[in-house]
């Protein structure tokens, strides 16, 4: 179930909400996304059969769904989160949303070079906020093999804007 909220005065931006009240949904995208990407790891005829080492979560309903693909995969999981909420020492990238600006951030040496990655997050709209998690890791030398989301809105056209990276949705939302 979605449930779209209008914020503020904003005309044309809406937030979609994932309600993850019903355990068959939350099983059924945790099922497809381990599905494709354990397949794809041990089969050489999938596109995406490239070994991925790490699975990005963006705060947070990333932090859901990239999880079980971790573990289902044996990568290991590293979330991006919203400022002030890492320990230590972290790398940030400020990006630009519709509706006002943001940053993610990341531990240092979280993501070494040449690490394979796979960016999670629960929605594309436009594309800013997987933009700036694939500037991050690519900061670090790794390589973004493919995006992953449970929904897209594809009249944002946030596809448009992932340098060509592949994404992966289970649901488009008009």
């Known amino acids: 179930m979605l449930a779209c909220f209008l914020w503020g005065q904003i005309q044309c ?12 949904f939350l099983k059924t995208s945790a099922n497809l996304g381990r599905r494709r990407y354990k397949l794809s ?3 050489q005829s999938l596109p995406y059969s490239s070994h991925l080492t790490l699975v990005i979560g963006i705060e947070a309903r990333g932090f859901i769904f990239g999880p079980p693909i971790a573990l289902a995969i044996g990568a290991k999981f590293v979330p991006l989160r919203k400022p002030g909420k890492l320990p230590g020492e972290v790398i940030s990238e400020d990006y630009v949303l519709e509706y006002g600006k943001d940053c993610l951030q990341m531990h240092v040496g979280a993501v070494q070079p ?9 929605l594309i709209a436009t ?3 997987l933009c700036a998690a694939m500037n991050l890791l690519e900061c670090v030398g790794a390589e973004v093999v493919e995006c992953a989301c449970v929904i897209e809105l594809p009249d944002l056209k946030g596809r448009e804007r992932l340098k060509g990276k592949p994404l992966y949705v289970l649901v488009e939302s008009h």
């Open 41 to 43: 790891r041990n089969t």
């Open 114 to 122: 040449q690490e394979r990655a796979l960016v999670v997050d629960d």
């Open 13 to 24: 931006v809406f937030f979609y909400q994932l309600v993850l009240l019903r355990v068959l």
């Open 127 to 129: 594309g800013g906020t």
